[in-house]
């Protein structure tokens, strides 16, 4: 049986192959759930139902989908379930209901600004968690999940959107952060693969949910950020070479682990790694 890799799993061995070790050939879990987590999951699960709605239906009836309610649900069920996996609360009610007003006044802010990002002229949803399931080298199988996939009808142009969930949006340098946004490349790559669509007719773009916006700013600000990271051919070849040495640093050719792995330890990727100073890693060079 094929193993299975991820976007999630690339970034992390792109920041220190040996915390990939340590979480995925070692199976040491230290992380555990959070309410922003939490917030995410609820709030991809809330603009997914509304784009579904007005694209197969109508955007009347979207918009008199009760938002906040819907939320409210999926932020209890998201917490009852990491309760029940996790035997213990990923936030505190404080946190919970904080995030939970920021939550309503984005998808207010949404609704009426709905237009500025999604049309259904000329536009129709081909669907929200679109699978991609591909082999590649080593025995080895790229499996995600495309939060939301647009075609747009006259020139059959595919859209790929990313949602991202942020304090107050990306910067700079977060825009230039390569690592971040190759998950989008890497989607666009397999897209045109699995579903037999021309590379030149894939667009990607992220949407990035702000809860927060800056107090006192001169000028007016958006709850929604979008970003489209290069995504031409050189950026895609430099993608797919980098997953290709993760793929053949890590596993074999019959697809299983290779055991070794070297600490490159920095700032960048030791700052929120959960095996910085525990007994699995010390954070120096090896």
């Not at 509304?50 to 209890?76: C, G, N, R, V």
Request: aromatic share 14%; hydrophobic share 30%; net charge positive.
């Amino acid at each position: 049986m094929n193993k299975h890799i991820s976007y999630s799993q690339y970034s992390i061995w792109c920041g220190c192959p040996f915390r990939w070790k340590l979480k995925y050939v070692d199976s040491i879990q230290l992380t555990k759930s959070n309410i922003y987590l939490v917030f995410g999951k609820a709030m991809h699960s809330v603009f997914q139902k509304y784009l579904t709605i007005m694209y197969e239906s109508t955007i009347k009836k979207a918009d008199e989908l009760d938002l906040p309610q819907f939320l409210q649900e999926e932020l209890f069920a998201e917490v009852k379930k990491i309760k029940e996996e996790e035997k213990e609360l990923p936030c505190t009610k404080t946190d919970l209901y904080e995030f939970f007003e920021q939550g309503v006044i984005m998808l207010e802010w949404f609704k009426k600004n709905r237009a500025k990002y999604f049309s259904r002229k000329d536009w129709t949803l081909l669907g929200c968690e679109v699978p991609l399931n591909i082999k590649l080298e080593n025995n080895i199988n790229f499996i995600g999940f495309l939060d939301i996939v647009l075609q747009h009808k006259p020139t059959k142009q595919i859209k790929i959107i990313d949602i991202k969930t942020s304090t107050m949006g990306w910067n700079k340098y977060q825009k230039q952060d390569k690592i971040k946004t190759s998950q989008l490349l890497l989607y666009k790559k397999f897209y045109s693969h699995q579903y037999n669509c021309p590379i030149e007719k894939i667009s990607v773009e992220y949407l990035i949910l702000k809860r927060k916006l800056y107090e006192n700013f001169q000028y007016p600000q958006r709850r929604i950020q979008t970003f489209t990271p290069a995504h031409g051919k050189i950026s895609i070849n430099n993608v797919g070479k980098s997953l290709t040495t993760f793929i053949n640093q890590s596993f074999d050719e019959t697809g299983n682990y290779k055991m070794g792995a070297v600490k490159t330890p920095s700032k960048k990727s030791c700052k929120y790694c959960e095996f910085r100073d525990t007994k699995y890693c010390d954070g120096e060079n090896k």
